[in-house]
């Protein structure tokens, strides 16, 4: 069964600190990885999206790694920001035929000052 | 340049009750997306669209029947609304649905319906 699933479930950090956030994914046969961020309230935004064939992202202070052989990625987050506080969803696609994106519950970050 | 925009943000309604939620998007999509998110679950895709005049089931369609009126439009509506349909909707678009496509997914912000 394709799955992903996204740990720690919630994180609290202090501002200025960095933070790692892990997804795990059992996606078969595997397209790409995306990451969202969702704030309060709003919809969720793409961070990022990684092939197979690429092992690190960067979209300012968000880096994504990604082993397709671990089936394995992380979303680090550098220097954090009170605005840095929302859920980050990690999303899987998958080659076949119509929409084929599993969702990931996602990671609740809280940065305090 | 609105992006995806959602109709209502905000409804309640009672059970039995029908409702049509509303979605449209101004970046030419072929594909768009109806989806819905609870406390504690990622987003269910409930219907997409992969191109103006198609439309298929997602992995929680019942109780809920769309329509692509247009390129750029794509309403959801729940003909006998139950409490167990309460949720936050979401309708997103993006180039294409193709299997494995990197095509990025622009999402509305949202619709937050109550069913008493």
């Known amino acids: 069964k394709n799955q992903v699933e996204q740990s720690p479930q919630s994180l609290i950090i202090l501002e200025g600190k960095n933070c790692t956030l892990q997804?795990?994914?059992?996606?078969?046969?595997?397209?790409?990885l995306r990451w969202y961020k969702q704030d309060t309230g709003r919809g969720p935004v793409s961070l990022t999206i990684?092939?197979?064939?690429?092992n690190t992202k960067s979209n300012g202070r968000y880096t994504a790694t990604l082993d397709a052989d671990t089936k394995q990625s992380s979303l680090h987050i550098t220097a954090s920001q009170l605005s840095d506080s929302a859920s980050y969803i990690c999303?899987?696609?998958?080659?076949?035929?119509?929409?084929?994106?599993?969702f990931g519950k996602g990671t609740t970050l809280s940065v305090s000052s | 340049n609105a992006g995806v925009t959602q109709t209502p943000k905000f409804q309640v309604l009672k059970t039995g009750q029908s409702m049509t939620l509303q979605c449209a998007q101004d970046?030419?999509?072929?594909?768009m997306y109806w989806y819905r998110q609870d406390p504690g679950m990622g987003l269910r895709l409930i219907y997409y669209?992969?191109?103006?005049?198609?439309?298929d089931k997602g992995e929680v369609p019942n109780g809920y029947n769309v329509s692509r009126l247009n390129k750029r439009e794509f309403s959801l509506r729940l003909e006998s609304a139950a409490p167990s349909q309460t949720s936050v909707y979401f309708c997103?678009?993006?180039?294409?649905?193709?299997?494995?496509?990197?095509?990025?997914?622009?999402f509305g912000p949202g619709t937050r319906l109550t069913v008493l």
């Open positions: 997103a678009s993006s180039g294409s649905i193709a299997g494995g496509s990197t095509d990025t997914q622009y």
């Open positions: 997804c795990n994914y059992t996606v078969s046969p595997f397209s790409n």
């Open positions: 990684m092939t197979f064939s690429e």
């Open positions: 999303v899987v696609s998958a080659y076949q035929a119509g929409t084929a994106l599993i």
């Open positions: 970046m030419n999509h072929n594909s």
């Open positions: 669209s992969a191109s103006e005049g198609t439309t």
